[in-house]
């Protein structure tokens, strides 16, 4: 029997059941899709126009970063329909059973980034477009009116859980879909393809610029990694695995719609109403509204509405949803009560009192650059797995107990560990955005933002060698063996209550 979309989801990271797993691949398309195709995704789609390229050039970079980042996305889909959990309990496999946090914490922090920037953008959105059309005052109270709207429906949504979050989506792909296209017939008078942007030819910021483009664009599908398994964990186990990664990778790829919006409008705005589109202090929604004509402010606060509630619940639900299980104290429904009341505070303290509005756009960048580390070896384990996982041993920590395949070191698996730190810290090292945070290697690529594929590449190379001169215990791969790397036969702990001593099988067979 289908489960009422008005019931309370109680199910936390536990293995989801057979029996309840009705999801289907175009449910996290729908999903995945949904809280990507809102104003926040516009604002970036806005920031190569604020790098000086032209229209060409940026779509160009546009297209390029979305795909990369949706091919990096993709195979993080698989985790949950096979492990019925979410991403971050499935890296127990690879980071230990307490190194798992690891996830849980980029998460959490991922959460906070993003449901503040989708809050703070719909909300000026709205105030803005009530302004024009009916004279509605733009004031801090109102602002902080329309935040306390969007922040309390976002976490009734989550509250009530996967269902509702996915009938509020299927809404929401439809209806912002469609008055994104309707964007066409009100800037189509004013947009010029041939727009050239502020960089002459062979300008030596050119490549600095487009690469930066580019790996703002990648950082939006990358961004979705941790919270993939939450969607996509009630998916029945035997959905033939191409069709799940399909639909991570289309629900990015058509996400060029909201990127497109945000790139043609910001070549208008930069043309027609250039002080909003200061490098300095940019001001895109504002651009936006100052350009459109009034027959459009109802559909712009509109977008508002449906796409900050989209942004926010898939941001939220599933960092409520890890919080749980790392705080035995919590059930769901508490640890997302919690979460978001934590989250609003901050978007009301960053917004009226410490003025991190701009400020939090580079922080989101930085928890990217130290995410996709995490994606890359969670992606190498599950090919040196072969895809093989044990979802009982994943529980451990949840259950609060000790041992298991994926006990390893204490409950930590030092070359996960290592591979993610090392590459993350190396990343960090390598940022390079002007104006708001340059790493102390920033410098040596020619101004060139290398963080992202360095911090990919050098996850890759090091966490192969770490299992490869180091070899995990036999067990950990199944019967089909490693594959590229090698084993050890080390013997793996049993599974034994919190307290109890963690003894191999070896010495618990011979009485020791």
């Known amino acids: 029997m289908t489960t009422p979309i008005t019931e309370i989801e109680t199910r936390g990271v536990d ?89 849980s914490f980029l998460s959490l922090l991922t959460a906070i980034a993003f449901f503040s920037i989708s809050v703070w953008s719909s909300g000026d959105a709205l105030v803005g477009g009530a302004h024009r059309l009916v004279g509605l005052p733009q004031n801090e109270f109102m602002y902080a009116v329309a935040y306390a709207i969007f922040a309390g429906l976002v976490l009734v949504v989550c509250v009530y859980g996967f269902r509702f979050m996915l009938f509020v989506n299927k809404i929401a792909v439809v209806a912002a879909s469609a008055l994104f296209v309707l964007g066409v017939f009100a800037f189509a008078g004013d947009f010029d393809p041939s727009y050239p942007g502020m960089l002459a030819p062979g300008d030596p910021l050119f490549w600095p610029s487009f690469i930066g483009a580019a790996l703002i664009v990648l950082s939006n599908p990358v961004s979705f990694g941790a919270f993939l398994g939450d969607w996509s964990r009630y998916i029945p186990a035997d959905t033939p695995r191409h069709r799940v990664m399909a639909a991570a990778f289309l629900a990015q790829a058509s996400t060029i719609l909201p990127f497109l919006f945000g790139l043609t409008t910001a070549s208008i705005i930069a043309t027609k109403a250039a002080e909003y589109m200061d490098p300095s202090a940019p001001n895109y929604v504002g651009g936006l509204l100052a350009i459109a004509p009034t027959w459009y402010f109802v559909p712009v606060c509109l977008i508002a509405l449906i796409g900050g509630m989209s942004t926010g619940s898939t941001s939220m639900y599933g960092t409520g949803l890890d919080f749980a299980s790392v705080f ?67 529980q451990v920590f949840t259950r609060r107990q000790r041992g298991g395949r994926y006990w390893f070191n204490h409950g930590w698996n030092w070359r996960g560990i290592t591979a993610w730190l090392a590459s993350a810290l190396l990343a960090l090292a390598f940022v390079n955005l002007p104006g708001q945070f340059v790493g102390p290697l920033g410098d040596l690529a020619g101004g060139v933002d290398v963080s992202l594929p360095l911090g990919l590449g050098t996850a890759a190379v090091l966490y192969l060698a770490l299992l490869w001169a180091f070899p995990e215990p036999r067990e950990v791969y199944g019967p089909q063996g490693p594959r590229w790397v090698r084993a050890a036969d080390t013997p793996v702990p049993p599974i034994v209550p919190a307290g109890a001593p963690v003894v191999p099988e070896a010495r618990r067979a011979a009485g020791v």
């Open 328 to 394: 035995a104290r919590f059930t769901r429904v508490r640890a997302t009560l919690f979460i978001g009341s934590l989250s609003i505070v901050f978007v009301f303290v960053g917004r009226f009192a410490a003025n991190l509005t701009q400020s939090i756009s580079t922080f989101a960048t930085l928890i990217i650059t130290c995410t996709a580390p995490w994606m890359v070896i969670m992606m190498l384990g599950y090919v040196t797995r072969r895809g093989w996982y044990d979802p009982e041993a994943l």
């Open 15 to 103: 293995r989801i059941p057979d029996a309840e797993r009705t999801a289907r691949p175009i449910d996290l398309f729908r999903v995945s899709f949904g809280g990507a195709n809102t104003f926040a995704t516009c604002v970036l789609g806005a920031f190569p126009i604020l790098f000086g390229l032209s229209f060409w050039q940026g779509f160009a970079a546009t297209v390029l970063g979305l795909l990369v980042g949706a091919l990096i996305l993709a195979p993080l889909s698989l985790f949950g329909p096979l492990n019925g959990t979410n991403n971050a309990v499935s890296s127990s496999a690879h980071l230990g059973v307490h190194g798992r946090i690891v996830g």
